[in-house]
């Protein structure tokens, strides 16, 4: 089956999550939707100095937004913030150093962040595709650490910050390798069998998937989306899929590109019309599930994906 599912998912990509894919979708765009003044509304993004991160910044802070920039390497979210003040003549960029894969750091940032800055959107965008299984340093996988548990942890916490706020929203960047996989909450930090980095990535992008349902399901105030940006030519594809990214290079989307639907779900009045809680290409609702995939899990398998993370949550919170 799982043969099936990526053969059919790479067809599928090759048709829809390449350049020419977005080109024929942006076709259909609704016109002005982007034109928003964010004066005033404040927007946190992780790993924001590079790639889809940085081209969403960007696109906030050319709109007037305050854009809070999470980003582990002060060197390059430094530089990544002079670029984007400049281009934005916007002077209400900030710089936050966190580590998303330090389930301890993001804790303390997020109770921090809240009890001194006003919130009304945050992108998860933070992520890794670790290719070899990797420890933190407080004993956690380092894919599902960061993907998955760095993105519940601060996700949660910033909840009731989100809740005082006016038209709130949680954008989760996924991704439609998530096709390629059934939640296995039985092994969530791979630790049976030979570790496979590709695999370990899309199964976390699954999770975020569930848990954008989740969460769109329990808080009605604010509005929960996840999102596949297609095949872009970022920093993180470059070091972490050579291969794929020598092979398709000419095929693959711009970092804007990537990053447009991050952004129209982020600050489009249109987006916030759609139900809270679905997964989007291209600014239109998508399915999670290939047909005949059989990648559908349980609520039962789901319950348990979240009673897992809750109970790091815990062990971790300060």
Request: hydrophobic fraction near 40%.
């Amino acid at each position: 089956m799982s043969f099936y599912r990526n053969a059919v998912w790479f067809m599928k990509g090759l048709q829809e999550y390449t350049k020419s894919g977005y080109e024929a979708a942006a076709k259909h765009f609704a016109p002005g939707d982007l034109d928003v003044n964010l004066n005033g509304r404040s927007f946190m993004i992780t790993g924001a100095n590079s790639g889809i991160g940085k081209a969403t910044a960007q696109e906030i802070a050319n709109r007037g937004g305050t854009v809070h920039m999470v980003c582990r390497n002060k060197g390059r979210a430094d530089a990544a913030k002079e670029e984007i003040v400049e281009k934005s003549k916007n002077q209400n960029v900030h710089v936050h150093i966190v580590d998303m894969s330090s389930a301890k750091q993001v804790w303390e940032f997020a109770q921090n962040f809240s009890q001194n800055s006003a919130l009304h959107v945050l992108v998860n965008n933070a992520g890794c595709m670790v290719n070899q299984r990797e420890l933190t340093e407080e004993g956690l996988e380092k894919n599902f650490a960061t993907n998955t548990l760095g993105t519940y942890i601060l996700t949660a916490a910033l909840i009731p910050a989100l809740q005082k706020v006016e038209d709130a929203r949680v954008v989760t960047v996924s991704s439609g390798g998530m096709l390629t996989q059934k939640l296995n909450v039985d092994d969530l930090q791979f630790e049976k069998g030979t570790f496979d980095g590709t695999m370990a990535y899309a199964q976390n992008k699954r999770q975020q998937v569930i848990l954008t349902e989740r969460w769109g399901a329990q808080h009605k105030d604010i509005h929960f989306s996840s999102m596949h940006p297609g095949w872009a030519d970022t920093p993180a594809v470059q070091q972490s899929m050579p291969s794929f990214h020598a092979k398709m290079q000419s095929k693959l989307r711009t970092e804007a590109m990537g990053a447009d639907t991050v952004v129209w779900l982020a600050v489009s009045p249109s987006a916030i019309k759609q139900p809270s809680g679905l997964f989007f290409q291209d600014r239109k609702a998508v399915a999670t599930h290939l047909p005949l995939a059989s990648s559908r899990s349980s609520p039962e398998e789901e319950q348990r994906l979240v009673t897992a993370l809750e109970e790091l949550t815990l062990k971790f919170k300060p």
